[in-house]
């Protein structure tokens, strides 16, 4: 049985978050407008970028120069890379550092073909000594350029299949060549994102190395399930993913949770309209446009599914081609008489492939 969890802060080698709440790296999602949104909403340690190719960063291609933008506002960042032993990912890490990150994270976990299919993300974990050489050149090689001010850190799955349980001995291998933190998804690639995350399976992790933090992941789709995965599994944090879009403010109530124990009432109605049009804000300051309208047509079905029966509100958010045109519907439904707590989605349960 574990101890009963104290709020604490969370040291990832040098670096210290406030919170050990991670917002993780979410392909298509984790761009600069909605990082910021979920760091001024509370709660959040540290949150990362999207995935970054590692020879794209380094070709300086416009695509790779977006997903990396950071601003003051949006500290500390991670960077997620990607790419094998024989990709230039130590190169890539020091422009990672050039152009913001103060933490450098590798992606040893993404099972779908973009990223595995050319032997990175889930395809690490098929040679753990191999990919602990790639670490160890990635770890020296950041230590050198940032005089060890920044950490690498990894992100993994349990293994490839049931039958190749490899997370303990990867990630004492990491341990060992320096990495600082290890988040463990608690799925094996072979399942993407069916079934449950095996919670016990990352308190193994964590019981065969503690000499580093290890991160939990997996299935936390309520404030509460952080808090059940760290008395769960003993680990030292909890990195969201998806559940994040439709509740950009769990971070904070899951650190409230974590700290006092109780879970307050979720935000009203009209607190989640102001919200969303923090969110339209920070779209139109930080990104192009297009893009701008464009995620948010496709994001508001994901803050949909907790605020009730809002068809119409869903479908002029989702056809609208200007910011205004979205502000404007959305504050046509911020009527006194919804300032109520609309319903969420509650039990252990994965949604839609999340984390």
Avoid at 123 to 135: G, M, V
Avoid at 330 to 339: A, F, K, L, V
Wanted: with cysteine.
């Amino acid at each position: 049985m574990h101890a009963p969890y104290h709020a604490r802060v969370l040291r990832i080698g040098p670096v210290e978050l406030q919170s050990n709440l991670l917002l993780a790296p979410i392909a298509g999602y984790t761009d600069l407008p909605f990082r910021i949104l979920c760091r001024e909403l509370g709660g959040v340690g540290i949150a990362f970028t999207d995935l970054l190719n590692a020879h794209a960063v380094l070709r300086g291609s416009e695509r790779s120069l977006e997903l990396a933008a950071t601003n003051e506002l949006d500290r500390p960042c991670g960077m997620q890379l990607y790419g094998n032993g024989d990709d230039p990912l130590p190169e890539a890490a020091l422009w990672a550092i050039d152009h913001g990150a103060q933490v450098i994270d590798i992606n040893m976990g993404c099972p779908v073909d973009k990223v595995a299919k050319k032997n990175g993300g889930s395809l690490l974990l098929r040679d753990c000594p191999a990919t602990a050489i790639l670490a160890d050149r990635i770890v020296k090689a950041v230590e050198r350029a940032s005089g060890g001010r920044v950490p690498v850190t990894a992100k993994m799955r349990l293994g490839w299949d049931p039958e190749h349980m490899v997370a303990p001995d990867l990630a004492g291998r990491l341990a060992d060549v320096g990495i600082a933190a290890v988040t463990v998804h608690g799925r094996y690639t072979v399942q993407f994102f069916s079934g449950q995350a095996d919670w016990d399976a990352i308190g193994r992790v964590v019981e065969a190395v503690p000499s580093i933090p290890i991160i939990g992941n997996g299935d936390v789709v309520e404030p509460e399930h952080a808090k059940a995965l760290i008395d769960r599994s003993g680990c030292a944090g909890v990195m969201i993913a998806r559940a994040a879009l439709r509740t950009p403010w769990m971070f904070r109530r899951a650190a409230e949770h974590l700290a006092t124990g109780t879970l307050g009432p979720d935000l009203s109605f009209n607190d989640k309209c102001r919200a969303i049009l923090r969110h339209i804000d920070l779209m139109e300051q930080f990104a192009k446009p297009w893009y701008g309208v464009k995620r948010l047509n496709q994001g508001i079905a994901w803050y949909g599914r907790t605020m009730g029966h809002i068809k119409p509100l869903k479908e002029a958010v989702r056809t609208a081609t200007t910011f205004e045109a979205m502000r404007g519907a959305i504050r046509d439904w911020m009527t006194p008489d919804r300032e109520h707590t609309p319903a969420v989605l509650r039990g252990r349960e994965t949604v839609d492939g999340l984390d």
